[in-house]
């Protein structure tokens, strides 16, 4: 489509990017496309007031370019209230590639990929999200410095993913401690949705700690296969937001906590991985809280891959890594009682502790 065949007043009535509802007054998007690789991406800078914009590539067969404009710019501004909360120097960031990351995804189009990420001077840092692996995020480093989540003999910190799945343990251990007076988990119900790189390294803990695991996801083989290595159950029915359960792990994508999940949710923790699990933030953070349902916020505890991935520009060990990711679990507790002591939302709770850190940094430059 070009400007020459769309009359400019319908173009402006369609709002593409700056009415959408997501764009939180993000600094700079990028529309990248290479006619010869097929590369279509769309890189999200939200915030750089406490660093260059960190955060990974996510490769996703979106259904229209709404959607993935729409994923960048809420995922984007979900990395900078997760490096602020996480105490790191980083802003917020983001990118999308739009297709199948099994059929599409080439070597030529991830370098291309990289080399728009290079382009952008550093102020943007990519590293692996949903459809990346830590290859090719070696494969981008051929091209760009700006890049995080390289293989360890390559000189990076590896694959986050089991990082971040510690990290929501902690976090889960701690939402655990509020709700039930105990951060053990044996014996609790517990719903996996999802069981990727995240949630296989999640489901491996709770196991070992005698939880009654329930697993959930899109692909029969990797259900079966992680169901015989960890002795879990795979979930058989077909609306798993309806079932009694001690902790939901949502551990896919985002959104799940949503106007048509949350009045069948019998859950009393939702505890997980996945990135933006609540549609509405404020609405649906409070409506969560009016039914008693405790929410450990996403950004909070899933920070364990951006700590991994921070390691590699700061040169911080893994003893370091370990202790950082380690501390979700106080910060979780805190939070959920900030929440109580302030009566307001858990998301609010930690939203506002982020803020006030890039508040103090502004107004300090
Ligand atoms: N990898 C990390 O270090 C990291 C860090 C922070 C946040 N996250 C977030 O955690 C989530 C999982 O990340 P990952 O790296 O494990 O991704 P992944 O791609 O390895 O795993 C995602 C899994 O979810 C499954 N899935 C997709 N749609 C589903 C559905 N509707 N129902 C059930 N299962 C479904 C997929 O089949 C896949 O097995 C994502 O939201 C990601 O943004 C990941």
Redesign the pocket.
């Known amino acids: 489509m070009t400007t020459s065949i769309i009359d400019k007043d319908e173009l402006q009535k369609m709002d593409p990017v700056f009415g959408q509802g997501s764009f939180d007054n993000h600094e700079q998007i990028v529309f990248c496309n290479d006619k010869d690789t097929g590369l279509k991406a769309i890189i999200g800078i939200h915030n750089t007031v406490l660093g260059p914009a960190l955060g990974?590539t996510?490769m996703w067969n979106y259904a229209t370019e709404w959607e993935a404009l729409n994923d960048v710019l809420r995922?984007s501004r979900g990395m900078t209230y997760k490096s602020a909360i996480t105490g790191l120097d980083l802003g917020g960031g983001k990118a999308v590639i739009i297709g199948d990351a099994k059929t599409q995804k080439t070597p030529e189009l991830m370098l291309k990929f990289g080399e728009f990420v290079n382009s952008l001077g550093g102020k943007y840092i990519t590293a692996?999200?949903?459809?990346m692996k830590t290859s090719d995020m070696d494969l981008v480093r051929t091209v760009t410095p700006y890049v995080t989540g390289i293989s360890e003999s390559k000189g990076g910190k590896g694959n986050?993913?089991p990082?971040?799945a510690y990290g929501v343990y902690m976090g889960m251990k701690a939402a655990a401690k509020y709700t039930f007076g105990s951060d053990g988990l044996e014996g609790k119900v517990i719903y996996v949705?999802?069981?990727?790189?995240?949630?296989e390294a999640l489901v491996e803990r709770l196991s070992n700690d005698g939880a009654s695991v329930f697993i959930?996801?899109?692909?029969q083989e990797?259900l079966e296969e992680v169901r015989d290595k960890y002795g879990v159950k795979i979930y058989e029915g077909n609306d798993l937001y309806s079932e009694n359960m001690d902790i939901y792990a949502p551990?896919?994508?985002?959104a799940t906590v949503n106007d048509q999940t949350i009045s069948k949710l019998k859950t009393k923790v939702i505890a997980g991985?996945?990135?933006n699990q609540l549609a509405i933030e404020l609405k649906h953070g409070q409506a969560l809280r009016d039914r008693g349902i405790v929410w450990a916020p996403d950004f909070l505890i899933?920070?364990?891959?951006?700590i991994?991935v921070y390691a590699e520009i700061e040169n911080y060990d893994r003893q370091e890594i370990l202790r950082k990711t380690e501390n979700i679990y106080n910060t979780t507790l805190e939070i959920l009682n900030n929440a109580d002591t302030n009566d307001i939302t858990t998301y609010q709770a930690a939203f506002n502790i982020a803020q006030a850190r890039i508040d103090a940094r502004k107004n300090n430059k």
């Open positions: 990974g996510r995922l692996e999200d949903v459809g986050p993913s990082i971040t949705q999802g069981i990727g790189n995240v949630g959930s996801d899109i692909n990797k551990c896919a994508l985002g991985a996945a990135n899933n920070a364990g891959g951006i991994n």
